[in-house]
């Protein structure tokens, strides 16, 4: 899969997560408005993304909620909990359709019934929402969100910066059908270093009719000046083509920003407005002799009033333009119209003020009024003239999608868009390319439908303003390259929107497999660095080379140390909160206890607690199932809570906590909690427990019986009111990391459920025993203590061993026994015998063993292979010395 | 509301008589829509909007229509008022 979109999908993932979050919180704050912003920032970033890939019902589904927040951020519509549902439904659908492109890389289109409902529904809200503040206030609110000044636009009106002379050459090509393109050509700060001329390279540019230099931020001291960094940005204007460029700066595409631009935003008169908009009757004569076709009587007019007015006025320069055009395109009467029209206010022409006050009636009406359709006809036009523009019916593609876009026009009533359109549809046409159509949509329709190429300006600058003064005046010689003026700070700063300030959290993603390949070269290198002590153990034994031996064991402590840090390193990159799996609970309780109609707070405590990323993850289905139950069959109905005395809502505390090495999560209701009695008696019905423990057995223990295998099956959970659905498969998921788990619960007081997991997985503390000249290891979790009886204590009781260990009867099994070797355990010289005490699901039972040796950390391997069907054993590792350590499942030999 | 079996009829009417929007099939026999529509589009005839319906959702399709010179392209089954709103948008009438 591309990289981009592997970026995508990780970027959307936490975005829907990021919002499902600030929904929950708004919950509990509907009026905070930081939420609020933080929501629709969340939201908005989705769409920008989605944008860049050819989702249309995502990014459909994802504009709706982008205006929908937009509009709740602006106090437009209230939030509400129907708001919140429609909105989450939505997220869920993106994920879908994430998780959907992921594996398939592309999106079933029966998607596209959901997408608009969704779209509509949310869309409804508003409508809704803007009625009732209507029907509030009597009047709509005038809110109209601030919109960061049009990009496209502003870039153009540094047009500006170019000479007259230039414009008009540049104006005269374009007429004659070559096209124009505006390239900011940023080096990066070490392009010196990559053999590039950043200089020669853009004066070289192919067709340049002008260029400029600046420096991208105030020039430091001359003392601090890196010399070899460059920090200047080039502009170029340039009339070659597209393919010529692209192939010019073939090897810097990427600090390269290419702009075509539409000839008339060229025509920019500049001067001195001194004189005023007196020329009335001038005006009024010229448009008459305009509109009546007499371009000879309106040349002849133009040309006395020019030779009547100073050189340096703007009026001189507006005329000046108009004789071009006129000269060059007689017969576009848009433009010489105009012009003419704007010689009345002294403002630059109308095409300019024509975009703007479109963009901002745009804005204004707000892209709520848009309906799905409308934008997916815009969307498509975009993407028709998107295509390259080299077939035979281009012509006809251009004029359908400018009848298409003025259709909409009409139909939508901006009437006034309709002349803009037109005007770049005759540019087009004459170009023979789509970029002017392209450019135009982009100026109208921004916030609607992105254009490739507004992304790739933004992009390109995203940081920094356009590097063209405008102080720079008209007078400069058309071909020179001005000097690096110096620029102001604010320039820089405020050229980014205040949107994509938000800074990330400074952290890397890495594929979880690199990591899991460092952690196993660090258990390697663990294992490689035990043979030392070895290889020292022989240099002394063997060679008889004592200095040696004791030189390898201080390199060895050296060694050893590094090991242990890098190991503890990587342990630390593993970690992960547990709020990775405990963010997912509100919206399960939340979702669950309405539609069960019950009251439910959720406490969560302890979300910082980490452990490693594969022990988390174990967790989760573990917990889901957990608090399923806790929600469905725990806690009662506000109904029956009052008659009991109890608040009406219940509430569910989930805490996390660590303890030495092991991280403790404790999930606790208030709820009904589990009768034993009923336990008992069903366990005995299942077979599960006989007579005898039927009777022995603890109130304690006979809770804990709901996670015996094959105690969840139908008719027990109907009579048992559902406790102990699926308590089996929690309880195996969490011994499959180690884990233990403990069920307390009181009835009619609630219940409380603990997991113990180990901080990490990768290591793994074993005890080293010897039996029958062999060596053993024992998981240190579950080793209690070492202790060395006289054989005289020890007792047989009913053919079992036993000892009294300080008041307490310890069975005793000799390991050689329990592994079906028939050799009896040796004792030492005082005729003691060696016994390992461990936990065995809570009791203490004593192994006879040989002797004991060492502790050591290992990096446990499961038996893979045909061994993988030995329980006796969870795993092997290799020790030092090379030779192969079998690590004992203590719950499985007895 | 003028009706054509194929391609090559809809030219011959086209040629005839202006048309404010086209609706075009893309499985018709003699010539299918994206024939018609690449010949329409390459003549020096007014262009009306072309609204392309299919069965076939895949981006490629819609990619070829639109090469072709389809202006939007519809995925069957279309609900009617989808269509008559696409139609009356493409044919600029405000909405009511």
């Known amino acids: 899969m591309n990289p981009l979109l592997e970026q995508f999908l990780s970027e959307s993932r936490e975005s829907l997560q990021g919002i499902g979050e600030k929904l929950m919180q708004l919950e509990q704050e509907p009026e905070s408005s930081e939420l609020m912003i933080e929501l629709f920032r969340l939201v908005h970033t989705l769409k920008g993304n989605s944008g860049l890939f050819d989702l249309p019902e995502l990014t459909r589904v994802l504009h709706a909620g982008e205006d929908l927040m937009d509009a709740v951020r602006n106090g437009r519509v209230a939030y509400s909990q129907i708001l919140a549902d429609r909105l989450l439904d939505a997220m869920d659908f993106v994920g879908m359709l994430c998780d959907e492109f992921e594996a398939k890389e592309r999106i079933d289109p029966k998607h596209i019934n959901i997408s608009v409902s969704l779209a509509e529904a949310l869309r409804q809200l508003m409508v809704d929402g803007r009625e009732n503040t209507v029907d509030a206030d009597g009047q709509a609110p005038e809110t109209i969100p601030v919109e960061p000044a049009e990009d496209t636009t502003c870039r153009l009106l540094q047009l500006s910066a170019l000479p007259e002379a230039t414009r008009m050459e540049a104006y005269r090509a374009a007429v004659n059908g070559a096209p124009l393109y505006w390239l900011a050509y940023r080096p990066s700060e070490d392009c010196f270093f990559q053999g590039d001329d950043p200089f020669y390279q853009a004066r070289q540019t192919p067709g340049i009719l002008w260029g400029s230099i600046a420096a991208r931020k105030p020039w430091p001291k001359l003392s601090e000046l890196d010399p070899y960094q460059?920090?200047?940005?080039?502009?170029?204007?340039?009339?070659?083509?597209?393919?010529?460029?692209?192939?010019?700066?073939?090897?810097?595409?990427?600090?390269?920003?290419?702009?075509?631009?539409?000839?008339?935003?060229?025509?920019?008169?500049?001067?001195?407005?001194?004189?005023?908009?007196?020329?009335?009757?001038?005006?009024?004569?010229?448009?008459?002799?305009?509109?009546?076709?007499?371009?000879?009587?309106?040349?002849?007019?133009?040309?006395?009033?020019?030779?009547?007015?100073?050189?340096?006025?703007?009026?001189?320069?507006?005329?000046?333009?108009?004789?071009?055009?006129?000269?060059?395109?007689?017969?576009?009467?848009?433009?010489?119209?105009?012009?003419?029209?704007?010689?009345?206010?002294?403002?630059?022409?109308?095409?300019?003020?024509?975009?703007?006050?479109?963009?901002?009636?745009?804005?204004?009406?707000?892209?709520?009024?848009?309906?799905?359709?409308?934008?997916?006809?815009?969307?498509?036009?975009?993407?028709?003239?998107?295509?390259?523009?080299?077939?035979?019916?281009?012509?006809?593609?251009?004029?359908?999608?400018?009848?298409?876009?003025?259709?909409?026009?009409?139909?939508?009533?901006?009437?006034?868009?309709?002349?803009?359109?037109?005007?770049?549809?005759?540019?087009?046409?004459?170009?023979?390319?789509?970029?002017?159509?392209?450019?135009w949509l982009g100026c109208k329709f921004k916030g609607i439908v992105e254009t490739p190429l507004s992304q790739l300006q933004q992009t390109a600058t995203g940081t920094t303003s356009p590097p063209i003064l405008q102080t720079q005046t008209s007078q400069s010689d058309q071909s020179a390259i001005t000097g690096p003026p110096i620029r102001t700070d604010s320039e820089i700063k405020f050229g980014r929107r205040a949107e994509d300030a938000y800074a990330g959290p400074k952290s890397?993603?890495?594929?979880?497999?690199?990591?899991?390949?460092?952690?196993?070269?660090?258990?390697?290198?663990?294992?490689?660095?035990?043979?030392?002590?070895?290889?020292?153990?022989?240099?002394?034994?063997?060679?008889?080379?004592?200095?040696?031996?004791?030189?390898?064991?201080?390199?060895?402590?050296?060694?050893?140390?590094?090991?242990?840090?890098?190991?503890?390193?990587?342990?630390?990159?593993?970690?992960?909160?547990?709020?990775?799996?405990?963010?997912?609970?509100?919206?399960?309780?939340?979702?669950?206890?309405?539609?069960?109609?019950?009251?439910?707070?959720?406490?969560?405590?302890?979300?910082?607690?980490?452990?490693?990323?594969?022990?988390?993850?174990?967790?989760?289905?573990?917990?889901?199932?957990?608090?399923?139950?806790?929600?469905?069959?725990?806690?009662?109905?506000?109904?029956?809570?009052?008659?009991?005395?109890?608040?009406?809502?219940?509430?569910?505390?989930?805490?996390?906590?660590?303890?030495?090495?092991?991280?403790?999560?404790?999930?606790?209701?208030?709820?009904?909690?589990i009768d034993p009695d009923v336990i008992k008696r069903k366990a005995y019905e299942k077979g599960i427990i006989d007579q005898e423990r039927l009777e022995r057995i603890s109130d304690q223990e006979a809770v804990n019986l709901v996670f015996a295998a094959g105690f969840s099956t139908s008719d027990v959970v109907s009579d048992l009111s559902g406790r102990g659905v699926g308590m089996d498969v929690v309880r195996t998921a969490v011994e499959k990391v180690n884990g233990t788990l403990n069920l307390e619960s009181e009835k009619g007081k609630g219940t409380r459920i603990r997991l113990s997991l180990p901080l990490s997985m990768a290591v793994t503390n074993v005890m080293i025993v010897e039996s029958n000249h062999q060596i053993f290891g024992i998981p240190m979790e579950s080793v209690l203590e070492t202790v060395r009886i006289p054989r005289a204590d020890i007792r047989t009781i009913k053919k079992n061993q036993a000892t009294v260990l300080r008041g307490r009867i310890v069975p005793l099994k000799p390991l050689n026994a329990l592994i079906g070797v028939d050799v009896p355990p040796k004792a030492n010289e005082e005729d003691e015998l060696a016994v390992l005490i461990v936990n065995l699901g809570g009791e203490s039972v004593g192994i006879l063993v040989d002797d004991f040796r060492e502790t050591v950390a290992i990096i446990l391997k499961p038996m893979t292979g045909i061994l993988a069907s030995l329980p006796a054993y969870s795993g092997s590792a290799l020790l030092g010395d090379g030779s192969v350590l079998m690590v004992l499942d203590i719950k499985e030999i007895f | 509301m003028i009706e054509a079996i194929n391609g090559i009829e809809a030219m011959e009417k086209s040629l005839q008589e202006s048309f404010d929007l086209y609706i075009v099939d893309i499985n018709m026999p003699k010539q299918d829509g994206y024939g018609f529509l690449s010949d329409l589009r390459g003549r020096d005839l007014p262009q009306a909007p072309a609204l392309m319906i299919s069965t076939e959702a895949a981006a490629n399709d819609r990619k070829r229509a639109y090469v072709a010179g389809a202006n939007l392209y519809l995925v069957k089954p279309v609900k009617p008022t989808e269509l008559l709103t696409h139609c009356r948008l493409l044919l600029g009438e405000v909405h009511a």
């Open chain 1, 230 to 439: 460059c920090v200047l940005d080039f502009t170029v204007f340039s009339t070659a083509s597209i393919a010529e460029l692209e192939e010019y700066y073939r090897y810097v595409p990427d600090q390269m920003t290419i702009v075509p631009v539409s000839r008339q935003f060229l025509i920019l008169p500049q001067g001195d407005p001194n004189g005023g908009p007196v020329y009335e009757d001038f005006v009024t004569e010229a448009l008459a002799l305009h509109s009546a076709g007499n371009t000879a009587g309106l040349t002849r007019a133009v040309n006395s009033m020019l030779e009547l007015s100073n050189p340096d006025l703007w009026l001189s320069s507006a005329l000046r333009w108009l004789l071009l055009a006129i000269e060059l395109e007689p017969d576009n009467c848009v433009v010489a119209e105009k012009i003419l029209c704007s010689l009345r206010t002294l403002t630059p022409p109308a095409w300019h003020e024509n975009a703007i006050s479109d963009n901002r009636l745009a804005s204004e009406s707000g892209p709520a009024p848009l309906s799905p359709e409308v934008v997916s006809l815009i969307a498509a036009q975009r993407e028709i003239l998107s295509l390259p523009d080299n077939v035979g019916w281009i012509t006809g593609r251009l004029k359908a999608a400018t009848a298409s876009l003025s259709g909409c026009l009409h139909a939508m009533g901006m009437l006034e868009s309709v002349a803009s359109l037109d005007a770049a549809l005759e540019d087009a046409l004459a170009q023979g390319a789509a970029a002017p159509l392209l450019l």
């Open chain 1, 508 to 673: 890397i993603k890495v594929d979880q497999a690199k990591i899991d390949r460092l952690m196993n070269l660090i258990g390697e290198i663990v294992v490689a660095k035990n043979g030392l002590p070895y290889l020292a153990g022989r240099a002394e034994t063997v060679f008889g080379v004592r200095e040696l031996s004791r030189e390898i064991k201080a390199q060895y402590a050296v060694i050893n140390r590094i090991a242990e840090e890098m190991q503890d390193s990587i342990m630390q990159v593993r970690m992960m909160p547990v709020s990775f799996v405990f963010q997912r609970f509100p919206r399960l309780v939340r979702d669950t206890s309405n539609k069960l109609g019950k009251e439910v707070n959720l406490i969560l405590e302890g979300e910082e607690t980490e452990a490693d990323k594969n022990v988390i993850e174990s967790l989760g289905d573990p917990l889901v199932h957990i608090i399923r139950n806790s929600l469905d069959h725990g806690i009662e109905t506000p109904e029956i809570r009052c008659t009991l005395g109890k608040p009406a809502a219940g509430t569910i505390i989930i805490r996390a906590t660590q303890e030495s090495d092991r991280v403790i999560i404790e999930i606790r209701d208030d709820g009904k909690g």
